[in-house]
């Protein structure tokens, strides 16, 4: 019930009124004319139904906030299309319910449209988000209302959730490219970009011949085009990937927590970032609470890493650090790593003890100034 039946209701129990304390010809025709307005209403209405279509979507799927202490603007486009090329669609609303699981973020919000005669509207539905997350927004309801809003309809069955990713402003820092490459002397189909090796399969650079090169490298053709001696250097083979632990621990409580939630974000987002720009591609890997497994992505492209943060930040995040320590050591039997990383917001001290830290684990404390050092 709209609250303009409620008040054409009073208006039809007055017109009675008057009709029985004032049985004449003109009160009998306004009361007629009174019962017979909401029939045509709902028959217009009902002609209109068939006439207008709706659809939503999400123009862009992810959104960058312009810095940390300001919200991001998530839209989703609600698209009307009018058929009929007389008669406009006044009012519509459109209700709509959103969800940001990593940082518990929900909302309630409604939005007002209309549709002239014959046209198509896109309507953008703005919602700001302070916090970074998968933030699923859902368009639970859309209805037309008749030209007195007396009767409402709903248009449109299901609308299909859609998923926008809100991520931090990157953090620009250097981590020293060379020191994340897992160098091998096995046979290999990746090589390094920046550093040559002894791998004659593949070329890194030709230069110029200088003191201390191997006769073994000269490149003889070219020697014999250029008129200098010209040497070939080796291509460095790379491991398939750095490891890097997701510790989704985000300690504190309200403001706090969001804090270190979106600084875990930027710090994951920013070195991934670094990471694809230097050619070094990365295996990330977590603990999922809700299913109890240890998940696994490789991330070589960027593209790569927002389908990984989408999975990542649909997520809850934890209280409880031991409970991810406990996982990764029984995910980590038997498997030799020969380099990796630990992203975290929370204290650091218990990782120790916890044999976590064997081999060449480095833990990064992405809170602070300290970010972008490695903490042995």
Not at 42 to 47: A, H, N
Request: net charge negative; hydrophobic share 40%; with cysteine.
């Amino acid at each position: 019930m709209t609250f303009g039946t409620v008040i054409y209701a009073l208006l039809c129990l007055i017109g009675a009124v008057i009709c029985i304390f004032y049985l004449e010809f003109g009160t009998v025709a306004i009361a007629g004319i009174l019962v017979c307005i909401p029939i045509f209403m709902f028959l217009f209405l009902i002609f209109m139904k068939t006439r207008i279509d709706a659809s939503v979507d999400s123009k862009n799927p992810m959104t960058e906030k312009d810095a940390m202490d300001k919200p991001a603007r998530a839209v989703v486009t609600l698209s009307l299309e009018n058929r009929n090329k007389i008669l406009p669609i006044t009012k519509g609303i459109a209700k709509v319910r959103y969800e940001n699981r990593f940082s518990g973020e929900v909302g309630r919000m409604r939005v007002n449209f209309s549709v002239d005669a014959g046209r198509k509207r896109d309507r953008r539905i703005v919602i700001p988000m302070d916090n970074c997350g998968n933030l699923a927004i859902k368009v639970e309801k859309v209805k037309i209302y008749d030209y007195l809003s007396i009767f409402a309809w709903k248009i449109g069955k299901k609308y299909p959730t859609q998923h926008i990713l809100v991520v931090p402003p990157t953090k620009e820092f250097y981590l020293g490219r060379d020191r994340w490459y897992n160098e091998t002397d096995e046979d290999s189909d990746r090589f390094s970009p920046y550093k040559k090796g002894d791998d004659p399969s593949e070329t890194f650079d030709i230069r110029e011949f200088a003191d201390g090169d191997k006769i073994q490298r000269i490149h003889w053709k070219l020697s014999v085009k250029t008129g200098n001696l010209m040497v070939k250097d080796g291509s460095l083979p790379l491991t398939k990937a750095l490891h890097i632990f997701i510790d989704l621990c985000v300690p504190g409580e309200g403001q706090e927590r969001h804090k270190n939630g979106n600084l875990l974000v930027q710090g994951i987002y920013s070195i991934s970032l670094y990471m694809i720009d230097h050619a070094i591609p990365q295996h990330f890997i977590w603990y999922n609470r809700e299913t109890d497994v240890v998940e696994e992505r490789l991330v070589e492209h960027e593209e790569e890493l927002l389908w990984m943060l989408q999975d990542l930040l649909s997520l809850k995040p934890s209280s409880t650090p031991s409970e991810i320590v406990e996982a990764y050591l029984a995910w980590d039997q038997g498997r030799p790593l020969e380099q990796a990383l630990y992203l975290t917001v929370s204290d650091t001290s218990g990782l120790e003890n916890s044999g976590l830290t064997r081999n060449r684990l480095e833990v990064m404390d992405l809170r602070g100034d300290s970010f972008g050092e490695a903490v042995e």
